[in-house]
């Protein structure tokens, strides 16, 4: 009797995708740290200039010092005081721990191929880049801070291979992925162009970091529906199919 009451493989496996879909949309909280560490600034923060990063600064002072040499990446230098850095490296791990725990509780969603496997990994690069960014103050460790910032990039990466990966049996989920990475790899080179590289750093970051949390929503929203369809169905049939695993969205 006991394991009549148990719920069916199906509906686990439902409620499995419905918790990473949610961790997902949460992943959203990274703009609500950044509204909150910006909104402490001391100084005019500028999202134009100024990078995500700089909320995350644990020191008042010149950033970066005229030792760092990040002049080429269109970074200006400035003073820099974030009363609030913990608030915004706080929302850098969550959003990491966010991304990496829903990708795994997600990963049913996705069709079994070897772009599927690359993208995915991408995606683990990026949320596991994200903890460290927030771990490693762009003041501490300049070096390991960057190689975790890259980590925007293996994103977006990731984002194009899924969307690829998904192109003959999810249309929907695979035109929002190809169109939102499009945004991410062009939208900061069209801004160095555009601005001649001189002083862009800050929007050409955003450029390339917020299409991948807009893609962590909509994928979110997407897969939560889909599993509550199929959560539903698998109710009623045990023998119901996959939730999405080869249905187009």
């Known amino acids: 009797m006991a394991s009549e009451s148990r719920p069916q493989p199906a509906v686990r496996s439902a409620r499995a995708v419905a918790a990473g879909a949610i961790l997902w949309i ?3 909280e990274f703009f609500a740290g950044q509204a909150v560490a910006q ?8 999202l134009l200039t100024n990078s995500i990063s700089d909320l995350g600064n644990t020191a008042c002072g010149t950033w970066p010092p005229a030792s760092v040499h990040l002049a080429s990446l269109g ?12 608030v915004m490296n706080a929302a850098f791990i969550a959003a990491g721990v ?3 725990a829903g990708l795994y509780l997600t990963r049913s969603q996705w069709p079994r191929r070897r772009l599927t496997a690359w993208g995915m990994g991408l995606l683990a690069i990026a949320g596991a880049g994200k903890i460290i960014v927030g771990l490693v103050p762009e003041n501490t460790v300049i070096l390991l ?4 910032g890259a980590g925007i990039f293996c994103a977006v990466a990731g984002i194009l291979l899924l969307g690829l990966a998904t192109w003959r049996t999810r249309r929907g989920v695979a035109v929002a992925s190809l169109a939102l990475a499009a945004i991410g790899l062009l939208g900061p080179v069209i801004t160095k162009v555009a601005t001649g ?7 050409a970051e955003r450029l390339a970091e917020y299409p991948a949390f807009a893609w962590l929503a909509v994928m979110g929203m997407v897969f939560f529906r889909a599993c ?13 199919p996959a939730i999405g695993t080869s249905q187009p969205t």
């Open 26 to 28: 949460l992943s959203l």
């Open 39 to 46: 909104a402490a600034w001391r100084t005019p923060y500028s």
């Open 75 to 86: 970074l200006k230098a400035g003073y820099v005081c974030s009363p609030r850095h913990a």
């Open 98 to 100: 966010l991304i990496l």
């Open 145 to 148: 801070h960057f190689l975790g």
């Open 197 to 203: 590289g001189l002083h862009d750093y800050g929007l």
């Open 228 to 240: 509550r369809r199929g959560s539903d169905g698998a109710a009623e049939d045990s023998s119901a």
